[in-house]
Each structure stands twice: as C-alpha cells, then as structure tokens.
C-alpha cells in the first residue's frame, strides 16, 4: 500500500500581528510593535501550500484559532458584554489583551506530537495535542486545536487523538518542532526522534542559563507512552544548552530530519556521536540506513542559522528518491548560508535542489517554512479516510484565495486590538471557513 507524508500547513489567522510576545525568540522580540500585514501573511502561506501541492506533494489546510480569545481574558477577570471585554482588558491590561489576539497558531509544527500507525501499538495514527505551556499566548491554543484535529481526523477506527499533557512546567510540550521520524518508506515502521532542552525532575542534565527549555524529557517521555511506541522505535535526544541561549527554542530552528537524513548544525544536540550510533542502530533494525549532513559552525554560526532560519526549512522526498529542500527568502539574503547551500546541492549527496519562497510576515514573528506545517504520514486508507475538505486543491486555494482577500486586514497595528470590531470580523471569517474547510463547530463562538 502507497503512503505519505501530508504537509497539513497552518492558515493565518486574521489576527497576525507583531505582540514580540515569546521570549527566546530573536526575530518574534526584534520585530515588536513593528505594523503587520494578515493578507499578505494569509496569502504567502496560501502560496506555499499551492506550490508544493502542483509539485505533486499532498498537502493540507490546518484552521486558525478564533481571536481574540475572549473566554480567556474572561477566566482573567475581564467581564462584561464582549467588546467591555476587550476595551477593559486594552485599557488595564494591554499586554493580555495582545497575547489574546496573538496568531500564533499559524506554526502548526507546534499544534501536536503525530505517531504514524506504523509505528503505534494499535495501528492507529495518534495525535496529542502540545500544551504549549511555556507562553500564555499559546498555552490557550491546544482545547480549540483538539477540536480541529478531531474534525479533520475523525474515523476512530484509523485515528487517536490525546488530550494535551498536564499544563505544567515539568511537561512542557512543543509538539512536533521538537520530534521528527526516521524511516525507509512512510509506511513501514520507523524511529521516532524527540529532542528535549532539559529534565524536570533529574538535576544531573544541563540546562540553558539566558532562555527557558521549553520541551522536557518528561514530556516526551510522556507522548511516546501515549502513543504506544516501543523502546526500539525511539530515540530521545538532548538538545545543547548553548543553542538554546542563542536563540534556538526550538529544534526545529537548529535541525530537519526526513526519510532516513538528518540535516543538523553541528552545534545542535548534547553527546551527539551516542545519539547517532544509537539512531543507527535502532533504524538499522527496521531496514533502514541512517544518514546524517552536519553544517560546520565555521560555514555557518549558529546565529547565522537563527537569522535565516536555514533549518526551519521543510525537507522532502521526491519521487526519484532525491529530497527538496524548502526555504525562506532570509536564506539567499545571508551570504553565508546562501554558499553554503550551493555547494550542498551541488555535492553528491540527498538533497539535490533548494527551493526558496517568500514567507517574510510568517519570518519576522519567528516562523518559517517548517514551523507553518504538520506531518502527518499516511497510507492510502488512511489519506482516504481524512476529512477531504482540508486537502489542498486548485479549486480550495482560489477559494481560500478569495476568503483571505474578502475578510482580512491589509494592516494591523498594536492599537487596532482594541477594536471589538476585530473580533465580529475575525469570527465572521471563520464561521465561513468551518463551512468551507466542512469543519463543522470547532470554535468557542459556535459551540458556546
């Protein structure tokens, strides 16, 4: 049976703006209050999407989430009619009104941790949804992502889905931008590798000193057991402290992994050569050969890499067996990292061609290529049984299109979210969307 890898890529919500709400994050603090453009980020994301998919790859649609989120401000204490809601919060509390508003959604990397039913105990393909629990702007996400995922994923006798783990520090979890999976084909049963930045209960593991870890061993520990992976089908990595601190609070920012390759910074983990040999090892098992491209920090500094977003980049399989690399438009503009990617694609390796697009609003609140997507492998019977109305076609897209164009702002500043007519406007969209996308209620307005 054919499988695959469906890129589901988040859809940004009409809300995108620039709060500089996560710290650790270079490009979310440097481009603060700086004015934002939800249509073009809608649009540049759309296009992505659109392209991969007459590339041939099997792309999908992730919702947004509805903003601001009043219920939250409201468990704050803010009360009153929706818009008292709002103006109280922007006149007291202006700092949560912005993280109430904030679009982070858009990075469905970290929407949820997904186990292809190659790999699970039942056969299933599970889903746990990250609790985010590091940012209050995205720790309010995961009850509504549920909901998204269960409308998109709702055969029971194919998918499992999870509730998110407890809203803790010890288990904080980031889904998928810290967790990728090694494997010969899509299908067959693979390794999956979650990288973590520190241990909440075992002080003998480093930690960075300047920014928070935001996935914990824990926490991982905890996915893999939700989702029935054996011993011998993981690997759990420990990413380097120092990277951490230089900007990297995700994984996914200092490394990519697809098929059987793992395209990293040298600088990117702890106690590197055992992790490897173990990866080795534990593929070698399942049939395949694990590879590795380590880019040399005196090529590319590991600041170089967070400016650029080189590892933010999606890696995929071609249909002849090379892979595609796909990166932002901040990649070509770093001269550095700009050479370095000519000489990988013209070496004798995987990864035979680079593909650049513009994602420049998604970039300067600190989310590129890989960050906008959710893997999910699936075989024939699965990809089937999704909810069709979330995959990508030329139809959708010029519909979506025209939802984007229809509903959003062309500009959106700090003191515009204080408007409640931002909020009508927001649901209004997506109260079309749900009908478009065939999502049905998902979102607090229509279930509440």
Same mark, same amino acid.
């Given at each position: 049976?054919?499988?695959?890898?469906?890129?589901?890529?988040?859809?940004?919500?009409?809300?995108?703006?620039?709060?500089?709400?996560?710290?650790?994050?270079?490009?979310?603090?440097?481009? &603060?209050? =700086?004015?934002?453009?939800?249509?073009?980020?809608? *649009?540049?994301?759309?296009?992505?999407?659109?392209? %991969?998919?007459?590339?041939?790859?099997? =792309?999908?649609?992730?919702?947004?989430?509805?903003?601001?989120?009043?219920?939250?401000?409201?468990?704050?204490?803010?009360?009153?009619?929706?818009?008292?809601? !709002?103006?109280?919060?922007?006149?007291?509390?202006?700092?949560?009104?912005?993280?109430?508003? &904030?679009?982070?959604?858009?990075?469905?990397?970290?929407?949820?941790?997904?186990?292809?039913?190659?790999?699970?105990?039942?056969?299933?393909?599970?889903?746990?949804?990250?609790? %985010?629990?590091?940012?209050?702007?995205?720790? !309010? #996400?995961?009850?509504?992502?549920?909901?998204? *995922?269960?409308?998109?994923?709702?055969?029971? =006798?194919?998918?499992?889905?999870?509730?998110?783990?407890?809203?803790?520090?010890?288990?904080?979890?980031?889904?998928?931008?810290?967790?990728?999976?090694?494997?010969?084909? /899509?299908? #067959?049963?693979?390794?999956?590798?979650?990288?973590?930045?520190?241990?909440?209960?075992?002080?003998?593991?480093?930690?960075?000193?300047? /920014?928070?870890?935001?996935?914990?061993?824990?926490?991982?520990?905890?996915?893999?057991?939700?989702?029935?992976?054996?011993?011998?089908?993981?690997?759990?990595?420990?990413?380097?402290?120092?990277?951490?601190?230089?900007?990297?609070?995700?994984?996914?920012?200092?490394?990519?992994?697809?098929?059987?390759?793992?395209?990293?910074?040298? +600088?990117?983990?702890?106690?590197?050569?055992?992790?490897?040999?173990?990866?080795?090892?534990?593929? @070698?098992?399942?049939?395949?050969?694990?590879?590795?491209?380590?880019?040399?920090? +005196?090529?590319?500094?590991?600041?170089?890499?967070?400016? &650029? /977003?080189?590892?933010?980049?999606?890696?995929?399989?071609?249909?002849?067996?090379?892979?595609?690399?796909?990166?932002?438009?901040?990649?070509? @503009?770093?001269?550095?990292?700009?050479?370095?990617?000519?000489?990988?694609?013209?070496?004798?390796?995987? !990864?035979? $061609?680079?593909?650049?697009?513009?994602?420049?609003?998604?970039?300067?609140?600190?989310?590129?290529?890989?960050?906008?997507?959710?893997?999910?492998? %699936?075989?024939?019977?699965? *990809?089937?049984?999704?909810?069709?109305?979330? !995959?990508?076609?030329?139809?959708?897209?010029?519909?979506?299109?025209?939802?984007? &164009?229809?509903?959003?702002? +062309?500009?959106?500043?700090?003191?515009?979210?204080?408007?409640?007519?931002?909020?009508? $406007?927001?649901?209004?969209?997506? +109260? #079309?969307?749900?009908?478009?996308?065939?999502?049905?209620?998902?979102?607090?307005? =229509?279930?509440?």
């Amino acid at each position: 049976m054919k499988s695959f890898e469906v890129n589901f890529d988040g859809l940004v919500g009409p809300t995108h703006n620039y709060g500089g709400l996560s710290f650790g994050n270079v490009a979310s603090q440097s481009n &603060s209050q =700086q004015a934002s453009n939800p249509k073009e980020a809608a *649009l540049q994301g759309l296009e992505k999407m659109k392209a %991969l998919m007459d590339m041939g790859f099997v =792309q999908g649609v992730l919702a947004p989430q509805e903003r601001p989120d009043v219920g939250a401000l409201r468990s704050l204490g803010f009360a009153g009619t929706d818009a008292q809601v !709002i103006e109280r919060a922007a006149k007291e509390a202006m700092p949560l009104l912005v993280a109430s508003c &904030s679009a982070s959604s858009m990075w469905v990397a970290n929407a949820a941790t997904v186990s292809p039913s190659a790999d699970t105990a039942d056969g299933r393909v599970h889903f746990t949804a990250a609790n %985010l629990n590091c940012k209050f702007h995205r720790s !309010i #996400e995961h009850p509504t992502t549920s909901r998204v *995922l269960g409308a998109m994923f709702a055969d029971q =006798q194919h998918f499992a889905h999870h509730a998110a783990l407890p809203a803790v520090a010890q288990f904080g979890d980031e889904g998928a931008a810290n967790h990728t999976r090694f494997c010969r084909d /899509y299908g #067959e049963a693979g390794v999956e590798f979650f990288v973590y930045g520190r241990s909440a209960f075992d002080s003998r593991y480093s930690a960075p000193q300047k /920014y928070p870890a935001r996935q914990t061993l824990e926490a991982s520990q905890a996915v893999a057991r939700l989702h029935g992976l054996s011993e011998e089908g993981v690997v759990f990595a420990q990413q380097n402290p120092s990277v951490i601190d230089q900007g990297v609070f995700h994984n996914d920012v200092i490394a990519v992994g697809n098929g059987e390759l793992l395209f990293h910074h040298q +600088d990117a983990f702890l106690n590197t050569e055992p992790m490897f040999d173990e990866l080795r090892r534990k593929l @070698a098992a399942r049939g395949a050969q694990f590879q590795s491209i380590s880019v040399p920090r +005196d090529q590319v500094a590991v600041d170089d890499a967070v400016r &650029s /977003y080189l590892f933010n980049s999606q890696l995929l399989s071609r249909a002849d067996g090379s892979m595609l690399l796909i990166v932002p438009e901040e990649c070509r @503009a770093n001269p550095r990292v700009w050479q370095y990617l000519q000489g990988l694609t013209s070496a004798d390796g995987p !990864i035979r $061609e680079v593909k650049v697009f513009d994602l420049k609003q998604s970039m300067q609140n600190g989310g590129g290529p890989a960050c906008l997507r959710l893997r999910v492998a %699936l075989n024939e019977t699965e *990809l089937a049984a999704v909810n069709p109305g979330v !995959i990508m076609t030329a139809p959708l897209y010029n519909t979506l299109t025209g939802w984007v &164009s229809k509903h959003y702002r +062309d500009a959106l500043r700090e003191s515009d979210l204080a408007d409640p007519q931002l909020l009508l $406007e927001c649901r209004t969209a997506l +109260d #079309e969307l749900t009908q478009i996308l065939k999502l049905g209620s998902v979102y607090p307005f =229509q279930i509440n």
